[in-house]
């Protein structure tokens, strides 16, 4: 069956970098779109990109674009996300989640990786 | 960037009833649309893709439909455990935007 399990929980500090990964079982890896999505505390949804695991190609929101990476390690079918200087207004539950195939729609999601920016 | 708004953002209501949330997206498009479903502490849940494609699993109380730049998530028969927050989705265009969220309580 399709797993996609985070990495735990990250509290970090206004100006640094978070990285969290998203390991990939269940199904061959370099098919599927991996997207990345986020939620601050009590809010909704925000899509923030897409990366082709089989190429590496990627996709950004304007809204991150200069300080969101998205990279994938094929050989442990792995994706990760990184984010920059980061704010207090990035605390949130980062997800990564995977599409149907045909279309972008979201089928698979990891658990969650909260992350908390705070001095 | 493609606006979703969705309607209402919160709606009481009672197992049995039939409830309805809109999204409505600042340009067409053409189906491109998915509806979740998130409860508490949890990732959300897929229900239904291509405006109207009952996800596996899903039961057949909730439906979609619409076009365009309209569309709606119907439940036909509200149960106990379909009271969460409900979110829409175009994936039409990057980026692939949401919907503010209607949370479902029961009245």
């Known amino acids: 069956q399709v797993q996609l399990v985070q990495s735990g929980a990250e509290v970090t500090k206004p100006g640094a970098s978070v990285r969290v990964s998203c390991k990939a079982s269940?199904?061959?890896?370099?098919?599927?779109?991996m997207h990345w999505v986020r939620q601050a505390p009590g809010q909704g949804l925000e899509w923030m990109g897409m990366?082709?695991?089989?190429?590496?190609?990627?996709t950004y929101a304007q809204k991150f674009q200069g300080r969101v990476t998205m990279t994938r390690d094929t050989s442990t079918s792995t994706v990760y996300m990184e984010l920059s200087s980061l704010r207090s207004e990035d605390t949130a539950l980062y997800y990564c989640?995977?599409?149907?195939?045909?279309?972008?729609?979201?089928?698979?999601w990891g658990q969650g990786t909260l992350v908390t920016v705070s001095s | 960037d493609i606006q979703m708004t969705q309607s209402p953002s919160s709606l009481s209501a009672f197992v049995g009833d039939r409830v309805t949330v809109t999204c409505r997206a600042s340009?067409?498009?053409?189906?491109?649309l998915a509806w979740y479903q998130q409860k508490p502490g949890k990732a959300p849940k897929l229900l239904l893709f291509?405006?109207?494609t009952l996800e596996s699993g899903v039961p057949s109380r909730f439906g979609g439909s619409g076009s365009g730049t309209d569309y709606t998530l119907t439940i036909s028969s509200l149960q106990p455990e379909d009271f969460a927050t409900y979110f829409c989705?175009?994936?039409?265009?990057?980026?692939?935007?949401f919907g503010q969220g209607t949370k479902l309580e029961v009245k």
């Open positions: 989640a995977r599409g149907i195939g045909y279309n972008y729609a979201l089928r698979y």
């Open positions: 291509a405006a109207s």
């Open positions: 340009q067409g498009i053409s189906n491109s």
């Open positions: 269940g199904y061959a890896f370099t098919t599927y779109y």
């Open positions: 990366i082709n695991p089989s190429g590496g190609s990627t």
């Open positions: 989705q175009q994936y039409y265009s990057t980026p692939h935007t």
